[in-house]
Nanobody
Framework: QLQFVESGGGLVQPGGSLRLSCAAS????????IGWFRQVPGKEREGVSC????????YYKESVKGRFTISRDNAKNTMYLQMNSVNPEDTGVYYC?????????????????????WGQGTQVTVSS
């Protein structure tokens, strides 16, 4: 059974840092395109960052470039999103996801329809 367990969300002050983790079971992350998505009330879920199965191509939403870093640890079958210099606009529920379709052009398709396995979501709130 494919499963993700997310952790690391919480309340953080503007300018602070947070690391989200997503442990996978039932499949190998190193064979998947993986991504982090964010959803806020009243808006569609959007791609924050995606990385291809070879870790050679990475997409970041413009507003998080230079602040967020996506990564994976294949030995732990876990993916991460390091969030630095956060601001209130980063607030939302963050979801990890994986896609078995390694042909995805992540620069254009870091969007929910291309992803099949999802974490349960973790709330990130940036507030003073």
């Amino acid at each position: 059974q494919l499963q993700f367990v997310e952790s690391g969300g919480g309340l953080v002050q503007p300018g602070g840092s947070l690391r989200l983790s997503c442990a996978a079971s039932g499949f190998d992350l190193d064979e998947s395109v993986i991504g982090w998505f964010r959803q806020v009330p009243g808006k569609e879920r959007e791609g924050v960052s995606c990385i291809d199965s070879t870790d050679s191509r990475i997409y970041y939403k413009e507003s998080v470039k230079g602040r967020f870093t996506i990564s994976r640890d294949n030995a732990k079958n876990t993916m991460y999103l390091q969030m630095n210099s956060v601001n209130p606009e980063d607030t939302g529920v963050y979801y990890c996801a994986a896609s078995p379709w390694t042909w995805i052009n992540i620069q254009a398709n870091c969007v929910p329809p291309f992803f099949r396995s999802w974490g349960q979501g973790t709330q990130v709130t940036v507030s003073s």
